[in-house]
């Protein structure tokens, strides 16, 4: 099995499916030629051509309304996003079009699409580089979001969602890209959309995260197991729809949770996670659950780590939790 | 703001319009015979019946509305030859993308009455299942889109919808229709530049009615028309007389045709004008004066395709009649039947938000079956 | 005193300001001679002048835009989006340049400027003119949202917002527009932001709502005293930054709270008050926090009065949440 | 895509520019007599020498950058002449609002080099409060505006402040830098059409540098020209040799002063072409030929404008190399400066949000404050 980096993976995903169906096209800002900014699409453009490697106009807007009627007509487009941050322009057509389009027209049209775009901080962006929008559209009924954190996800993950019937928002934490190197299969191979996986498991405190905070919350568990606390690490893999039995399982053993997620505290996705928890096992909760997050601030500059829901801020939650008394 | 040094006035209605507004049937009903698309006369005797149609359907709606048996309605008063001519110019093959004010050309593709007015009840035999407001049909099995409020939307669709249809080999071509207000939004910009760089088979149908609710077209641009707003993407771009069926058609047809042979996208500004309010909720003396809508009213383009008829001895009075007899008669069965059915069902609100139920839906549907019911008020 | 309805109480605060601050533009499609959809803005156009009362083409990006070119010189523009559902061409303008302007100018340049629109449901307005998107804004770090429910708030709460160094999305409640009359003192007033009100108190249960779900909520909580139960009942008006104080004295008094809001539930701002009333007041909740909210679909025509969170859902909700027994 | 029947090729830099680019300088040195400016000797060598400036401090950060001093750069190598001439031709009261790529005209404008370097260290004297990347400023003072990175939204503001400059009864005017790419975006489209249609006093300053990070300007659109999208919106579009640093100050300096006397925006493309990477990110060999560059370099601004002068006899290698030596040193002294400062303050972290500070940013602070610091990993 060859070892791949998360670009590496996402890139063999996308080319297993447009070798597989005609119909895959994958288009965006740079990603033809130079294989786009981070080289996700690299040597897609030399093997399947201008025609489905599509190179457009500077604007996002564009790229969806176009990806829209490709997918009306009954193609699979994947349109790239080149930051998340720059996803707004086309945030209309996302939230009142590609999210409402079966609903809308009584299920005459669907709209199935994956729109990659690589989100999150730790990689010296700035205020837009490295933003984490995915509560912006979780809230929109109709979109399903994904956000793998290690290359084998990725790739089972994203063929999955190129598959689906239904519009995919597919984030890649691009602190990861080429962080993280593992065996992945070549060829075809699905991951289920919608399910998470306990990373590792413990008893005391359930951590939950996604994409680069994985790590960190798998750090932060090995940190606090030397201080005789284990915790349960879930990774959600898909945000929407979450997959509410692991974690609802997961808590009733644990009876404690602490979520982590870089973007900004107030009404993202970790107010959503709470708020299930409480509403599905409030009289298992040994202790009030705990959100680790990114400031309500926009994203900083030279203070990005202290801005991010770090090792060092999520290790002080989990003791805190784990050995919280009422 | 100081506006006026800078905007080139569009034409007013009484002048003439320039050479470069195509237009074929003179004031006296005859046809100019450059620019006569020279259609069998029973075609265009199916045109003038389909604009007497939408027209008749229009009026009865606007009275359900004021009745309070419908919510809205949005008409085509005035608009019916651009609407109808451009309809027709499609091809069985192409693909209509709508704005919102298009029911003519739906019920031209074959839609059924029936279930165009089931829209207008949102009941359900409602084709989108009473979700959007009356005039939001989609008609996919008739190749027609799905109206959506959002204005400009539908344009960067059609661009994408249009090059598919290529990919896939056929010659399909996509017109998509939208108001000279709509040039303003995001989409047309985007729609348009990508048409020009992708060569897309689409053909932009803007209906130039003079108005977007209370802002007059001077307003929405500086530039002297809509057409031009063409040659900054590269797209060819044209005006016609939109109140002439018979140019609309020729027009609108040539660009087809282009569009099929891969000659690439065409913007046709279509000039007509809104006699009516914008929809049922908006009243236009408000913000417009009466002399403008009446000097409108005698380029109406049903009266001059009627002149036309008449001239030629194959219309008159009492066919007029009988056929709009016929309509009313059709369209109050439609009407009584749409009042007696159902509404859509309470478990239906939750399908086709995914392809599956998830499982926070199935939750919710069920509380929503479990749960107590709304008194029905509005 | 006169009285007003909500829609002629804005337009007096609005006539108020632009008297008193000649850099007081209203800018938007249909503002001017007709005065708007609704005609909030009736009559400035006549007063003011077109350079005050700015018809703009039909781009709600150009009239956001425009307007932080306006504020950016110092002016304090008031542009109206005509429906909420509209506001998305725009919202790359308000996400990341409105909300950021005085951050990322580390203070130079500041951004105030008032945002109206109307919100909300219950008008037969279907997909695209009943949504509430108040957390799409709420999330984005720099925004203050306003959403009054009654003429008297409104009118003191706009002015307070016009004369603001902040930028604020002021949503108006449209089912509310011509439904609720008061006495509304002539002339000059002001209501702090960032103050919430207890409308009715009570000791049982606290339900939170704002907007038109406030006549909901009180319309419960008076047929819920019928069987013995004490609701009190918060009307925000400030969403953000919320009157947290209110809510957690309240919650403490209570332990029993009910949120309630016309937006989907999931990723609504349901789940972020939800989220605080359990960080600040686990220990005294008696009940699972409960959220009464629109359903996670678009939304729909005919059976919007089933989609709302009217009173036959908020009435079931508070018995259940004051009668909880762990 | 079948994009080459429809898409007119831009004009390849070894055809002379058509006559409708102006320019001055010819490549002996000597100047077009129709079209000089004719600005004093001490002016045009000002220019020379900021150009020259621009050009090492981007070799320098560059530099700074391979070396992982700082964290980015985005340069201006081969646009120095547009930048600064169109810097140049704005009058003291007149206001730029900058795309990204224009530190060039910043400076020109008096910010201290300090300051700007500063920003790329992003430390406690960074104007931004080191919260924004390198390159990413502000400068009101000097009537500058603020970095943003999202393409375009600067264009839509540029227009409303232009706006409300001239309704405050100034005779001020904005111009508004944005590369070819962005007349792609939603905000040109918008910012053009309300300014054509406000009147505003705006000059749109269209860097054609040929390249949108990887994507060539002939794959940006369909039009022949990007000056010819004024077309659309009733805005006069000019198109001047941008490699010619007096051509384009004459061409923006005529639509400043026509903007001033309210006659209304301008379009200005100015063609020139991004000798580098498009940042410190970027490697342009991936995706253009090294010929197309070469013959670029032939028309290098900086050699053109040195022909002249040396022509002219006021410059000559001497005096370019105790220039370079000035600005090195200056750039030097900067850098340590810079490296030797603190960063921002964790409490700066939460300032400006809003105007104060509300309860929510005080607990987080307090937090933030209370809690542990980050491993400074990058
Ligand atoms: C994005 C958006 N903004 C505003 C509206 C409200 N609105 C509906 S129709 C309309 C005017 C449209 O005018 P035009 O494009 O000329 O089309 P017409 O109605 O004249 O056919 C407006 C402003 C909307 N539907 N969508
Ligand atoms: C909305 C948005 N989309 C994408 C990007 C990423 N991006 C940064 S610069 C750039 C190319 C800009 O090209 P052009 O406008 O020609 O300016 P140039 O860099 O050539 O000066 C892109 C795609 C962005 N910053 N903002
Ligand atoms: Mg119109
Ligand atoms: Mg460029």
């Not at chain 1, 992945?184 to 005391?204: I, M």
């Not at chain 1, 929407?240 to 973007?263: C, F, N, Y």
């Not at chain 2, 606007?62 to 608009?79: A, K, P, W």
Request: glycine share 8%; proline share 6%; charged share 25%.
């Amino acid at each position: 099995m060859p070892e791949m980096n998360l670009v590496q993976a996402i890139n063999d995903a996308l080319r297993v499916e447009m070798r597989a169906d005609p119909d895959v096209v994958v288009l965006g800002e740079d990603v033809g030629k130079v294989g786009g900014v981070f080289r996700v699409t690299q040597g897609l453009y030399d093997e399947f051509g201008e025609d489905r490697v599509i190179d457009t106009p500077l604007a996002e807007g564009g790229i969806i309304g176009t990806a829209v009627g490709m997918a009306l007509y009954g193609m699979r487009p994947v349109p790239e996003i080149q930051f998340a941050d720059f996803i707004f322009p086309a945030y209309d057509q996302i939230v009142s079009e590609v999210a409402k389009y079966r609903y809308r027209s009584g299920g005459e049209y669907t709209c199935p699409m994956v729109i990659r775009t690589p989100v999150g901080g730790g990689i010296r962006g700035g205020h837009y580089h490295s933003q984490s929008p995915e509560s912006l559209f979780i809230h929109n009924a109709g979109l399903t979001v994904v956000c793998p954190s290690n290359p084998y996800d990725a790739k089972g993950l994203l063929i999955s969602a190129i598959r689906s019937d239904d519009p995919i928002l597919f984030f890649e934490p691009k602190r990861v890209y080429r962080a993280v190197k593992m065996d992945v299969p070549e060829g075809d191979y699905t991951l289920p959309l919608g399910k998470a996986k306990v990373v590792k498991e413990g008893n005391d405190v359930t951590v939950i995260a996604w994409g680069a905070m994985l790590f960190e919350a798998l750090a932060s568990a090995e940190e606090v197991a030397a201080e005789g606390v284990s915790a349960e690490v879930i990774d959600l893999r898909t945000l929407w729809p979450v997959d509410i039995d692991t974690i609802v399982e997961s808590v009733k053993k644990t009876g404690r949770v602490v979520i982590v997620h870089e973007a900004p505290k107030t009404c993202g996705f970790g107010g959503e996670l709470l708020s299930l928890v409480v509403e599905k096992a409030f009289l298992h909760l040994e202790a009030p659950p705990v959100r680790v997050t990114g400031w309500d601030t926009p994203f900083p500059y030279t203070l990005e780590m202290e801005y991010l829901p770090l090792q060092h801020r999520i290790t002080p939650a989990l003791l805190e939790t784990a050995r919280y008394v009422p | 703001m100081q506006t006026q040094a800078q905007v080139v006035p569009i034409r007013t209605p009484d002048a003439t319009f320039a050479d470069d507004v195509l237009s074929v049937i003179e004031r006296d009903g005859s046809l100019r015979s450059e620019t006569d698309p020279k259609l069998p006369q029973e075609t265009v005797l199916r045109f003038y019946r389909a604009m007497v149609r939408t027209r008749i359907i229009d009026g009865q709606l606007e009275r359900l509305q004021r009745q309070g048996r419908i919510g809205f309605h949005i008409g085509s008063l005035g608009e019916e030859a651009c609407i109808l001519g451009s309809a027709a110019a499609m091809r069985p093959n192409d693909w209509i993308f709508p704005c919102y004010r298009e029911f003519g050309a739906l019920l031209w593709r074959g839609f059924p009455l029936q279930t165009y007015v089931d829209n207008m009840y949102g009941n359900a035999d409602d084709v989108v299942k009473g979700r959007q407001m009356p005039d939001h049909y989609t008609g996919k099995p008739y190749r027609f889109g799905s109206v959506s409020s959002p204005i400009g939307t539908q344009i960067t669709q059609a661009v994408g919808f249009g090059w598919a249809a290529r990919r896939k080999g056929t010659d399909e071509v996509v017109s998509v229709y939208f108001g000279e207000g709509a040039t303003s939004s995001n989409e047309f910009h985007t729609g348009m530049n990508f048409a020009g760089v992708m060569n897309a088979p689409v053909v932009f149908l803007c209906r130039n009615n003079r108005w977007a609710i209370s802002v007059p077209s001077e307003k929405q641009t500086g530039s002297a028309t809509f057409a031009q707003k063409g040659v900054a993407y590269g797209v060819r771009g044209v005006r016609v007389d939109g109140n002439d069926v018979l140019a609309t058609y020729k027009v609108v047809r040539e660009a087809v045709e282009r569009a099929a042979r891969g000659e690439g996208p065409t913007l046709v500004e279509m000039l007509t004008y809104r006699l009516g309010g914008h929809s049922t909720s908006d009243d236009p003396r408000a913000y417009r004066a009466q002399d403008e809508v009446e000097q409108w009213r005698r380029t109406d383009p049903i009266l001059r395709l009627r002149t036309h008829l008449e001239a030629l001895g194959v219309w008159d009075e009492s066919k007029e009649e009988a056929y709009k007899q016929e309509v009313e008669a059709e369209l109050k069965a439609c009407v009584a039947a749409a009042e007696a059915k159902a509404k859509p069902s309470l478990e239906s609100m939750f399908d086709d938000v995914f392809a599956e139920l998830p499982w926070h839906l199935k939750e919710q549907r069920e509380q929503l079956l479990g749960g107590p019911r709304a008194k029905d008020h509005h």
